[in-house]
């Protein structure tokens, strides 16, 4: 096998596990935020107060941010495991920039690992988007409450 090719099946090894686990740890996430949102609203009703539903949903908002700064953080730990980064606010904010697809390109990866930003970057696209989801799933089960 030669070298070029062993380092792409490293990446991907690598950036498959990362995905696995962010996915998981979102996964997991959203599934305690729904256990939140089930136990503090004690079965929500209609017609629930405007202050309680203002609550839950800064509860999600929260939520979900601090659901994506642990995954950046997964990330920003990586890349110092391998050394790609000298310290942890620079590690910290590369992956920032890149699970947010900003990719501002002011610090990058060697080639040897380029190709794990960039599948960092796409998950952070979809997780992203599944937050959204939640988020908009969240705010439109508190609209029907609203009028039913």
């Known amino acids: 096998m030669s070298p070029e090719l062993a380092q792409l099946i490293a990446n991907l090894a690598l950036a498959s596990g990362m995905v696995a686990g962010t996915v998981l740890v979102h996964f ?11 136990s503090g609203s004690k079965r929500l009703r209609p017609h629930t107060s405007h202050t309680h539903q203002a609550a839950l949903i800064l509860l999600v908002v ?6 994506h ?5 997964l990330y920003a730990s990586l890349y110092l495991l391998l050394g790609e980064m000298r310290a942890l606010e620079e590690a910290l904010y590369f992956s920032t920039v890149t699970f947010a697809s900003l990719g501002f390109g ?3 990866l060697s080639p040897r690992w380029r190709l794990l930003s960039a599948i960092e970057a796409a998950n952070g696209v979809m997780l992203f988007a599944w937050s959204t989801t939640f988020l908009l799933g969240v705010n439109t089960r508190l609209r029907l409450l609203e009028h039913g």
């Open 28 to 38: 997991w996430g959203l599934i305690f935020l729904t256990y939140l949102m089930r």
């Open 62 to 67: 929260f939520g979900l941010f601090g659901l």
């Open 69 to 73: 700064t642990i995954e950046i953080w």
């Open 106 to 108: 002011d610090i990058v």
